[in-house]
């Protein structure tokens, strides 16, 4: 792999800046800025802690959110952001089947496409990258994760319906020097995190980030003749600059990341040899997928004017993500090429009470995207028999756009935000997207939020529903072409109460109710035929999620935190066949899920323990009977983690448990006997499907944070 890599164009990128940025400190250590040298003078040594809690609820905005802090992410290994949710009320991450290792989050009841992701508030993993782009974002580059529920600032776009969730990545000007973290668990499966910082002049910092991925390790520990996890490699590397100029007040911020991954997952030869199953004549059912991935953006900001915090900012970001990958005898494939921009203006009126942003935004995307099905069997006049031979899907979509936000915080106890945005989509016209939030500050410890907005999105219904090709069924490939945009009502509210608990201390009781309610959704139905997958725009017909949601967080007595919360969902469609509509609950989402994290520090956090206890309700399983099939549910089920991690100032180690039960899902691929059948399907999945998973690793830092 490494000479490999020796001879690639991104490799010599990459050590090229290695060596700047090591040349840039060794600069910096012998004062080469022409500046004259500060006298220092020695004093004792002065030790200033300051600890964070893992997850810290909003308390002064108007919008619901929880943010997991650097704290947080290390409770778990949470090598990548599709692990960083396990000690989260609000979100929760499954696969999408049981073979590629693809993971989804779900937030208010709802997948996570239909909740913007942003990288410090710039869209992310969108289209393609959307399906595997969890495992593309190591937690050890970050510095937080903000999650917002429902709706959320029309600055960024009108994509967000349930929330956003917004990535923070390591500062260059406020981190270590260089950090590093070294990952491996008992099924062989290692990873590494590098980040590195340097000033290399006056005002302008430079940081790369670093992330690698090694699985080749075969594992099957249900006999079934398929890899339970897919062997991977995986690179990303990430180059950030920062420059600011405080007397002219000027900051901005730019970045180039590079990604590559491929993954060989489905049926191995050494599977079948472990388990003695005979390989003479046997035609395996293999999955390769390959991703690329090429971002760059810049963030600028300048202040204008004589008003202190009036300031305008500028935007743009671009991304090309290539796909290829087979899933038996399916193959599916495309380029995404995808340009941002916005520009605000940001001020007040006034006084710093009455706030405004105005700007303006452009988003276009260019997808070619290519599939096939070569699958033939006996019955033509079924869609589930017929072949579908390689069709091309691709569209381009642009949409211009206006907006406008205004904040209030000059009324007593009570704060305001309206926002509106116009966006004319080159595909549906007109989206009007208005929203407002608000929260009142009922005395000292009782806060109440409501929100109120609409959002929509652009359908990608194939790489959206790639885990369904690890599968027998037929793809109503037609119907994609008329899918129209989907838009959604939500409306939601929140009460938090803060109750002093004595020495300093204190506990929070919050409780949540989301509804989301669809104008138009994209249906994807499983259940009229078990052989085939339809995909058609729900209309006027009934189509919403219910989201009920509380937890308290307390520390009972110093170093020990106590976090608690239960989550409830209704999340209802209508599916029809042309002829009869049947309103039913969505089949694979839990209907509730309780959680429990214990942490316990000694002082100066130089041993940290901490244990998740999860309770995952029942999920109803797609009917194989068509519209009338009888309601089956899975079972509810547990999951435990653990953690002990050794602190010290430059070197921890970390030890832990996933799953420790091993509970998982005894068949989660219905008839692996026949993979080339025609009841063949690996997209049923409800619960873990490997069991326990024992981990170790080490984190090391050097230098002082900047």
């Known amino acids: 792999m490494l000479k490999k890599l020796?001879?690639?164009?991104?490799?010599?990128?990459?050590?090229?800046?290695?060596?700047?940025?090591?040349?840039?400190?060794?600069?910096?250590?012998?004062?080469?800025?022409?500046?004259?040298?500060?006298?220092?003078?020695?004093?004792?040594?002065?030790?200033?802690?300051?600890?964070?809690?893992?997850?810290?609820?909003?308390?002064?905005?108007?919008?619901?959110?929880?943010?997991?802090?650097?704290?947080?992410?290390?409770?778990?290994?949470?090598?990548?952001?599709?692990?960083?949710?396990?000690?989260s009320a609000s979100a929760t991450v499954g696969f999408t089947d049981a073979v590629s290792g693809a993971k989804q989050i779900q937030l208010l009841g709802l997948s996570g496409i239909y909740s913007q992701t942003l990288a410090e508030n710039i869209p992310t993993l969108r289209g393609l990258a959307a399906t595997y782009g969890l495992s593309y974002?190591?937690?050890?580059?970050?510095?937080?994760?903000?999650?917002?529920?429902?709706?959320?600032?029309?600055?960024n776009g009108y994509e967000s319906i349930t929330g956003q969730m917004n990535l923070e990545f390591k500062k260059p000007n406020?981190?270590?020097?260089?950090?590093?973290?070294?990952?491996?668990?008992?099924?062989?499966?290692?990873?590494?995190?590098v980040t590195a910082a340097a000033q290399v002049a006056k005002n302008l910092w430079a940081g790369l980030l670093l992330s690698g991925t090694l699985g080749a390790a075969v594992h099957d520990e249900n006999g079934d003749g398929f890899l339970d996890m897919p062997k991977m490699r995986y690179v990303n590397a990430y180059n950030r600059w920062f420059y600011l100029n405080d007397e002219k007040g000027i900051q901005s911020r730019t970045g180039v990341k590079l990604l590559y991954e491929d993954r060989k997952a489905g049926q191995d030869s050494l599977c079948h040899v472990q388990h003695g199953i005979p390989l003479d004549g046997v035609r395996l059912w293999e999955s390769l997928i390959?991703?690329?991935?090429?971002?760059?953006?810049?963030?600028?900001?300048?202040?204008?004017?004589?008003?202190?915090?009036?300031?305008?900012?500028?935007?743009?970001?671009?991304?090309?993500?290539e796909q290829r990958s087979s899933f038996g005898e399916k193959t599916f494939g495309g380029v995404q090429n995808s340009y941002y921009l916005n520009v605000l203006f940001s001020s007040f009126i006034g006084s710093t009470s009455h706030r405004y942003t105005a700007g303006a935004g452009f988003a276009y995307d260019a997808y070619d995207t290519e599939f096939a099905d070569a699958r033939l069997s006996g019955n033509p006049s079924s869609p589930a028999d017929v072949q579908t031979p390689h069709t091309e899907v691709g569209r381009v979509e642009a949409a211009p756009g206006v907006y406008g936000e205004y904040a209030n915080t000059s009324l007593a106890g009570l704060t305001l935000v309206a926002g509106l945005r116009a966006d004319y989509n080159s595909r549906f016209g007109w989206l009007l997207t208005p929203r407002l939030n608000a929260k009142y500050d009922l005395g000292r410890f009782v806060a109440l939020r409501a929100s109120a907005g609409r959002g929509f999105r652009s359908p990608n219904a194939l790489p959206e529903n790639i885990g369904l090709m690890a599968s027998s069924r037929a793809f109503d490939v037609a119907g994609i072409r008329d899918l129209g945009v989907e838009k959604a009502w939500v409306f939601g509210g929140n009460a938090t109460l803060t109750l002093p608990t004595g020495g300093g201390r204190?506990?929070?009781?919050?409780?949540?109710?989301?509804?989301?309610?669809?104008?138009?959704?994209?249906?994807?139905?499983?259940?009229?035929?078990?052989?085939a997958v339809f995909f058609y725009s729900s209309g006027g017909t009934e189509s919403y999620?219910?989201?009920?949601?509380?937890?308290?967080?307390?520390?009972?007595?110093?170093?020990?935190?106590?976090?608690?919360?239960?989550?409830?969902?209704?999340?209802?469609?209508?599916?029809?066949?042309?002829?009869?509509?049947?309103?039913?609950?969505?089949?694979?989402?839990?209907?509730?899920?309780?959680?429990?994290?214990?942490?316990?520090?000694?002082?100066?956090r130089r041993w940290v323990f901490d244990v998740t206890a999860q309770l995952n309700g029942p999920t109803r399983?797609?009917?194989?009977?068509?519209?009338?099939?009888?309601?089956?549910?899975?079972?509810?089920f547990p999951v435990y983690f653990?953690?002990?991690?050794?602190?010290?100032?430059?070197?921890?180690?970390?030890?832990?448990?996933?799953?420790?039960?091993?509970?998982?899902?005894?068949?989660?691929?219905?008839?692996?006997?026949?993979?080339?059948?025609?009841?063949?399907?690996?997209?049923?999945?409800w619960a873990p499907v490997s069991g326990a998973r024992i981990y170790g690793g080490v984190r090391l830092r050097i230098g002082k944070l900047y």
């Open 545 to 604: 999620a219910n989201t009920w949601q509380a937890d308290v967080s307390a520390t009972l007595f110093k170093g020990f935190d106590v976090f608690a919360a239960f989550r409830y969902n209704t999340n209802v469609l209508t599916c029809t066949d042309g002829v009869r509509q049947v309103k039913t609950d969505k089949p694979l989402v839990s209907a509730y899920r309780g959680l429990v994290n214990l942490s316990y520090a000694t002082a100066l």
């Open 290 to 321: 390959t991703n690329k991935n090429f971002t760059a953006y810049n963030k600028t900001g300048f202040s204008v004017g004589d008003r202190e915090g009036q300031s305008i900012g500028l935007i743009n970001s671009f991304t090309r993500h």
């Open 506 to 531: 204190q506990a929070k009781v919050s409780v949540d109710y989301y509804h989301t309610n669809f104008q138009n959704q994209t249906i994807v139905d499983t259940e009229r035929d078990r052989n």
């Open 621 to 636: 399983l797609p009917g194989l009977n068509g519209y009338d099939s009888e309601k089956i549910y899975s079972p509810a």
């Open 6 to 87: 020796k001879h690639s164009g991104s490799s010599r990128i990459v050590l090229l800046l290695v060596l700047s940025l090591g040349l840039a400190r060794l600069v910096r250590a012998q004062g080469a800025y022409g500046e004259d040298t500060l006298r220092s003078v020695a004093i004792d040594e002065v030790t200033v802690s300051s600890f964070r809690s893992g997850t810290i609820l909003s308390s002064l905005s108007p919008f619901k959110t929880e943010t997991i802090t650097a704290t947080g992410l290390k409770k778990m290994a949470c090598c990548n952001l599709s692990e960083s949710f396990e000690n």
């Open 137 to 155: 974002i190591p937690a050890a580059w970050l510095e937080s994760i903000q999650l917002s529920k429902g709706t959320s600032s029309v600055v």
């Open 174 to 193: 406020f981190t270590e020097p260089l950090f590093v973290n070294l990952y491996v668990d008992d099924d062989l499966h290692y990873e590494g995190n």
């Open 642 to 685: 653990a953690q002990v991690t050794r602190n010290s100032k430059r070197f921890d180690v970390y030890l832990g448990a996933e799953n420790m039960l091993g509970y998982r899902q005894a068949q989660p691929i219905r008839s692996w006997e026949n993979p080339f059948d025609r009841d063949f399907d690996a997209s049923m999945v």
